[in-house]
């Protein structure tokens, strides 16, 4: 209960609410102070844990555009055994035999958005990522390929170009059993069906390192300061002519800066965290060595230290 000014008790008493009637009435002398009001609250509590399959949402999904029906269409409900439910079990067979054009669609946006969640991307590259299958699909020229490596190349196409790439080996790690060979291959079709669709080359964003240093850095539990180190040095080395893949120049950068600190990381761990190879990163580091000075910040480590660093 909650206090209200009453007119007839010309003060401030307690009053109750009536859900049912919607009336706030004074509790002590009964008048309705307000009447029809509309309750904000959740009608129910869900326990997702002990709910079941008694969903008490009575409203469908959001409208899809990229649907033939906007993913309003109706579906049947399964029948809970009873033998009333004859009738309802008779019309999902039914339905279910019918052609539903958006039946393939609906299960492919289905695995984006669970690769995506696994990946944690935000709604826009899985949205992204949903339409660049349409387009592809419409085309139906994709009919015999792997379908798995298919939806993992447009999902990392979609993150390239919402600048938050992804590594074709954390890609693979979520594609349901596609190859990295498989996503490269259904990567460089995807770009090749979108250019002939659009007549001009798809535009699919800049690399560079220091979009995967942040993931790597937290995958190896690295302190704020390393952090910040690492971020600097490979905003540096892009000023020198270094000719390595910005993922295999991340790595390198992470090993050296963790070498130069108190909490030193084996190779072996940093190659775990960024998914590259342990004889990529010593080629890096080589390339990256004789630019040390310039690119470590001069606030995280001195000189003496960084040509102390073992050589490559």
Known sequence: MADAYCVDCKRNTEVVFDHSAGDTVCSECGLVLESHSIDETSEWRTFANESGDNDPVRVGGPTNILLNDGGLSTVISKPNGGTSDFLSSSLGRWQNRGSNPDRSLILAFKTIATMSDRLGLVATIKDRANEIYKKVEDQKSSRGRNQDAILAACLYIACRQEDKPRTVKEICSVANGASKKEIGRAKEYIVKQLELEMGQSVEMGTIHAGDFMRRFCSNLGMTNQTVKAAQESVQKAEEFDIRRSPISIAAAIIYIVTQLSDDKKPLKDVALATGVAEGTIRNSYKDLYP??????????????????????
Not at 301 to 309: H, V
Request: hydrophobic share 30%.
């Open 291 to 312: 630019h040390l000075t310039k690119i470590i910040p001069s606030w995280y480590a001195q000189e003496d230290d960084i040509k102390n660093l073992c050589s490559p």
